[in-house]
């Protein structure tokens, strides 16, 4: 198993979070700037083993505030990560109703043409078949074709929360 650390320098704990809020640590948002930092350093080894090591003047550290920092930090990859997730199922979701409701198009274009000739134009009738078939296949691809975007970010945030989060002192780096 391959070993990735990501280090991130800080002045102070209020540099991973965003400068709008100011709730307190456990419910603040996530700095937009601190995560493309980290999604920047993260290489694609899904399977190697992630420490992500925050240094910070020895003088701001404080143990309480960094669990409070780790498990916020863990619970906003978890969200992420189950955000792009839904994002996957909605679409699939998407292909199922695209599918059933390009077979009820199809469907009723046969039984139309069986049963009442003169009720729809054939001209008619084509469009809803072509558009019956158009909603199959569209539905198909939409299950089938899942952005690896969406996948890359799930396992990217999913490695993330198992990573080891560490504060370490800035003065020890600088010896």
């Known amino acids: 198993m391959v070993e990735q650390k990501i280090n991130i320098a800080l ?3 209020n540099d991973l979070f965003s400068d709008f809020d100011i709730s307190a640590f456990q419910n603040r948002s996530i700095s937009l700037d601190f995560k493309e930092e980290l999604e920047s350093h993260y290489l694609d080894n899904y399977d190697s083993k ?13 143990e309480s505030s960094e669990k409070v920092i780790k498990a916020r930090l863990i619970e906003f990859f978890l969200s992420k990560a189950t955000f792009y997730t839904k994002r996957i199922n909605t679409r699939k979701s998407r292909g199922i109703n695209s599918i059933v409701m390009g077979f009820i198009c199809v469907g009723l274009t046969l039984i139309v043409n ?7 134009p054939l001209y ?10 158009f909603g199959i296949w569209t539905g198909i691809e ?5 952005p690896v975007e969406y996948v890359n970010k799930i396992q ?3 490695c993330f929360s198992k990573a080891n989060i560490k504060f370490i002192d800035e003065e020890d780096i600088k010896n």
């Open 11 to 13: 002045d102070t704990y």
């Open 50 to 62: 992630l420490d992500i090591i925050f240094s910070i003047p020895k003088k701001q550290r404080n």
């Open 114 to 120: 069986t049963y009442y000739l003169d009720f729809l």
């Open 124 to 133: 008619l009738s084509n469009i809803i078949m072509i558009l019956g078939w």
């Open 142 to 146: 939409k299950i089938l074709d899942v």
């Open 156 to 158: 990217m945030y999913n």
